[in-house]
């Protein structure tokens, strides 16, 4: 289990000990996407959907998803989260909805988890708005594109 810091040397695993580490600025956004028949796509940019603003909603579910990550992951530490942005944007290529989130904090751990879980979230808020009509939505592509802060340095997906 060599270089993977959430299991101790007998394969248990364990939060890591993030007491010596150097408490820094740390940033991170992750991106993913849910896909959605035509019809459906075409109710949330009218605005015409029965349980309301879908993309306001779903930013504000996404932000407390954030929040809430350590509650969700059990070995995430819970962190000083300072700015969380979810920005959902329509897209009709795909059909559906992109979604950015973008964490900040300043500690000695990252904020990955708390991105890609705002990412989740704001997309399982989308696609419980409007499952009724639209069951065969497709939720995917979720990926850290950012990371920065720390001893490791910044990582950019390519």
């Known amino acids: 289990m060599s270089g993977l810091t959430h299991f101790d040397a007998k394969g248990d695993a364990h939060m890591v000990d993030v007491s010596d580490k150097a408490v820094t600025s740390r940033i991170a956004t992750a991106a993913g996407w849910i896909r959605m028949a035509d019809t459906t796509y075409q109710m949330i940019a009218d605005g015409t959907a029965k349980k309301g603003d879908v993309l306001g909603v779903a930013r504000l579910a996404g ?28 897209d009709p290529d795909l059909p559906g909805v992109r979604v950015e989130a973008t964490v900040k904090t300043t500690g000695q751990t990252g904020v990955e988890m708390e991105a890609l879980t705002a990412v989740s979230t704001a997309s399982l808020t989308v696609y419980d708005m409007i499952k009724a009509v639209d069951k065969a939505m497709e939720i995917g592509g979720i990926h850290v594109t950012l990371k920065d802060g720390g001893k490791s340095g910044r990582y950019t997906a390519t």
């Open 63 to 90: 932000i407390m998803g954030a929040k809430k990550t350590p509650d969700l992951i059990p070995l995430c530490h819970p962190l000083p989260v300072t700015k969380v942005s979810v920005d959902l944007t329509l």
